[in-house]
């Protein structure tokens, strides 16, 4: 399956695109989705931790993804 994926903050650095294409197989999840990320972008274990959206709205590790989903990853911001 082809997904969009969508990169803010800090993972806009460490990849060096804003977005790209990325392939998984069907029923992938959101955990394995992570997984899958950072083997093929080592440099994202950089980051403690980052949420993930799914066509605009947050989920859950155990959410299933789908044919042409947008995938935001988000990583913490910070601020005053």
């Known amino acids: ?10 993972s806009t650095d460490l990849i060096g695109e804003k977005s790209i ?13 992570k997984i899958l990320i950072q083997e093929k972008y080592p440099q994202l274990s950089q980051i403690n931790s980052y949420a993930i959206a799914i066509n605009e709205s947050y989920a859950s590790n155990e959410t299933v993804l789908k044919e042409n989903d947008m995938v935001a990853v988000i990583p913490p911001v910070s601020g005053g």
């Open 1 to 10: 399956m082809n997904l969009t994926i969508l990169l803010f903050g800090i």
């Open 21 to 33: 294409f990325f392939s998984v197989s069907p029923g992938t999840t959101v955990s394995e989705f």
